[in-house]
């Protein structure tokens, strides 16, 4: 079940990154989903997706957003 969350996390990531704004919005709101989000950027996701999240968070960072995006690539490139 967890790796469906994984997932489902990776996907929002990779293929819709301009919705990043929107999940820091809802991580204001509720702190325990910002940690339940980025503790699924996992090794359970394939290789070219943590690459993606990695390269989104270091190139695309939405204004504002650099903590999270900080959280996100410092996640996707974890050992």
Partial sequence: M?????EAVARQF???W???PDLSHMAKRNPGFRQ??????NQTLHDK????I???????CPSG?????RDLRKQAEAP
């Fill in 2 to 6: 967890a790796e469906g969350f994984s």
């Fill in 14 to 16: 990779v293929d819709h």
């Fill in 18 to 20: 301009e919705t990043t």
């Fill in 36 to 41: 339940f989000v980025i503790l699924h950027v």
């Fill in 49 to 52: 997706d943590l690459k993606k």
């Fill in 54 to 60: 990695s390269e989104n968070s270091a190139k695309r």
């Fill in 65 to 69: 957003l650099n903590l999270l995006c």
